[in-house]
């Protein structure tokens, strides 16, 4: 792959910062509303389990 051909590749486009605003916006438009509310399921499921994570790290650390 020569250095032209390199930079004409299209994931060069989201590597600025604008660029990485047009993915994100065009993945916005092209998931729907139902994939979405999936997707905010699973972040809050993570978090909860991060925090539940941490005040058991926490507990074990203050008893021991």
């Not at 604008?18 to 905010?40: P, V």
């Amino acid at each position: 792959m020569t250095k032209k051909e390199l930079y004409a590749h299209p994931g060069w486009k989201s590597c600025t910062f604008k660029g990485a605003e047009m993915s994100t916006l065009l993945l916005g438009l092209q998931t729907t509303f139902r994939e979405k509310l999936e997707w905010l399921e699973e972040a809050e499921t993570l978090t909860l389990r991060l925090r539940a994570s941490r005040e058991k790290a926490r507990t074990r650390k203050s008893q021991g």
